[in-house]
């Protein structure tokens, strides 16, 4: 049985943005942007591993939305095409490839390529509540199986096509890079 999680991942995307806005925004490498090293906070720890990993590859799916305020219509909708000033959000899952679960333990990054410059956006693992913990306001179920992250598109930024990968590591050393498929239309976009 094929479970889909896109529409779940859309109902976690609104109140991940209305909770924690400022918590999930990305760093840039030029020291433009601010995350939580830049605010004096480090990363949330990570749970302990769980039974049974590692036991197969490090997997790492995910897409990108646009994050914008919760009460529009269009928060978290799938997009490839942003204006300068919205927010590019990043939604993903590292995954277990032996028991199909969500690693726990990963560590991810997007890392961006927008006019010449490298620019890494530090995901949030948000499903440290776990799997069976109540669901948050506007959820469907509990988001263990969620990391997120954002960066808003600079005023300055060039418009055209960029390429993004994002990469992940865990506990066990393990690593997975995810990237977009290769069609030309299906890159995303800076388009004002």
Known sequence: MKRSY????????T??????????????REGQGRGDA??????????????GHPSGKLIV????ALFIDPSSPDNCILANRFKKGQRLGFRMTA??????????TAMLTAHLTVGGKTIDVPMR?????????PPPR???????????????????????????TVTATDKFGRSATFVPYP?????????Q
């Open 6 to 13: 896109v529409a779940p991942a859309i109902a976690v995307c």
């Open 15 to 28: 109140l991940l943005v209305t909770l924690f806005p400022a918590s999930i925004v990305g760093t840039q």
């Open 38 to 51: 830049a605010r004096g906070r480090g990363p949330e720890p990570q749970p302990p591993p769980q039974a």
């Open 61 to 64: 799916t995910g897409d990108v």
């Open 95 to 104: 995954t277990d490839g032996g028991t199909g679960e969500p690693e726990n």
């Open 125 to 133: 693992f948000r499903g440290a509540a776990g799997r069976d913990a």
């Open 138 to 164: 506007g959820y469907l179920r509990a988001p263990y199986n969620l990391w997120t992250g954002f960066w808003v598109v600079p005023d300055d930024a060039p418009t055209g096509t960029f390429s993004y």
């Open 183 to 191: 069609y030309a239309n299906s890159q995303v976009t800076i388009v």
